[in-house]
Nanobody, 122 residues
């Protein structure tokens, strides 16, 4: 059992940066790979990034590679998404999620947070 709560969303100008946090409860946190997804109005939820149990392996969607960085601190039970060079098309509700196996397939993720809004203005 893992409970996830996102925070750090807000309004930022294009080209700016924002750091999202996902606080997890439950002793099984370190046994899960973690991921970030996002959903913009009128669009389906899409994969953003994922990180392995130990944090040694990461994958990113092509749309964010080179701009976003996913990381985790198992001692603090927290996953982060550092977002740099933000664009208006990054505007969405961002969700963190937990999966037994690292990957981009949403159906493999067992636990989801409630989401945090990120808005990038021109």
């Amino acid at each position: 059992q893992v409970q996830l709560v996102e925070s750090g969303g807000g309004l930022v100008q294009a080209g700016g940066s924002l750091r999202l946090s996902c606080a997890a409860s439950g002793r099984t946190f370190s046994n899960y790979a973690m991921g970030w997804f996002r959903q913009a109005p009128g669009k389906e939820r899409e994969f953003v990034a994922t990180i392995s149990w130990r944090g040694r392996t990461t994958y990113y969607a092509d749309s964010v590679k080179g701009r976003f960085t996913i990381s985790r601190d198992n001692a603090e039970n927290t996953v982060y998404l550092q977002m740099n060079s933000l664009k208006p098309e990054d505007t969405a509700v961002y969700y963190c999620a937990a999966t037994p196996f690292i990957g981009a397939t949403q159906s493999t993720y067992d636990y989801w947070g409630q989401g945090t809004q990120v808005t990038v203005s021109l």
